[in-house]
C-alpha cells in the first residue's frame, strides 16, 4: 500500500507559478515511475507529467511543455511539479499518481498507475 498526499495547490492569477508536492509513503519510492493528473469540472483526468524511476527520464503533456517542471527526490521520498506561466485552462483539481510495477515506459493513461492522492485544487484567474 503506498500513500500520497499532495499539498502545495491554490489560487493563482494568470502568468503566476505554483509548485505542487506529493509526500509518498513507503521505503521504495525510488523504484516507483510517478505522474501528475489533472481533472476539470466535467471533464476527464488527464495526463500532464510524468517521471521514471530509472534515470530521471520525463515526458509532459504538450499542453504545459516549457511551463511545467516535474521533479523527484528520492530522500524526501517527494515527487514536485514546478507550474509557471500559469494560465486559467490550468485551473483543476491535480492528482498525484504512482506506478509500482518497475516499467520502463512511462504511462499517460491514468489505468497504468497503482495508487491516487487526494488531489489539490489550482485555479488560475484571469
Known amino acids: 500500500q503506498v500513500l500520497l498526499v499532495e499539498s502545495g495547490g491554490g489560487l493563482v492569477q494568470a502568468g503566476g507559478s505554483l509548485r505542487l508536492s506529493c509526500a509518498a509513503s513507503?521505503?521504495?519510492?525510488?523504484?516507483?515511475?510517478m505522474g501528475w493528473f489533472r481533472q476539470a469540472p466535467g471533464k476527464e483526468r488527464t495526463f500532464v507529467a510524468a517521471?521514471?524511476?530509472?534515470?530521471?527520464?520525463?515526458y509532459y503533456a504538450d499542453s504545459v511543455k516549457g511551463r511545467f517542471t516535474i521533479s523527484r527526490d528520492n530522500a524526501k521520498n517527494t515527487v514536485y511539479l514546478q507550474m509557471n506561466s500559469l494560465k486559467p485552462e490550468d485551473t483543476a483539481v491535480y492528482y498525484c499518481?504512482?506506478?509500482?510495477?518497475?516499467?520502463?515506459?512511462?504511462?499517460?493513461?491514468?489505468?497504468?498507475?497503482?495508487?491516487w492522492g487526494q488531489g489539490t485544487q489550482v485555479t488560475v484567474s484571469s
Open positions: 499518481a504512482a506506478e509500482t510495477n518497475r516499467r520502463l515506459r512511462l504511462g499517460v493513461k491514468p489505468n497504468e498507475y497503482d495508487y
Open positions: 513507503g521505503r521504495t519510492f525510488s523504484s516507483y515511475t
Open positions: 517521471i521514471s524511476w530509472i534515470g530521471g527520464s520525463t
